[in-house]
């Protein structure tokens, strides 16, 4: 079994092609130092739920749309190695 880190964010739509080049940077740093996967997706047709969403999650805003992102990895041990080496990269 393997062990990921998922994200959720608001993402400005005035900013979409800001986001994508540094959701492309971000996964080739991710790979380079480790990761087995990378992805990261937009999710503009989500609707808000009764209780709780993603858009419900990150308190979105109508210029907004919600970013759901994660990084795949062996184990928690082996996420840690690869996440000190991208911070420190």
Request: with cysteine; proline share 4%; aromatic share 10%.
């Amino acid at each position: 079994m393997s062990y990921i880190d998922v994200f959720v964010l608001p993402v400005p739509r005035s900013r979409l092609e800001e986001y994508r080049s540094m959701a492309a940077l971000a996964c080739r740093v991710w790979i380079e130092h480790g990761a087995l996967e990378y992805r990261e997706f937009l999710a503009d047709d989500v609707p808000n739920g009764e209780v709780t969403s993603f858009p419900m999650s990150v308190r979105i805003q109508d210029d907004e749309i919600v970013g759901i992102g994660y990084a795949r990895y062996v184990s928690r041990e082996h996420r840690d190695e690869v996440t000190r080496k991208v911070m420190a990269d």
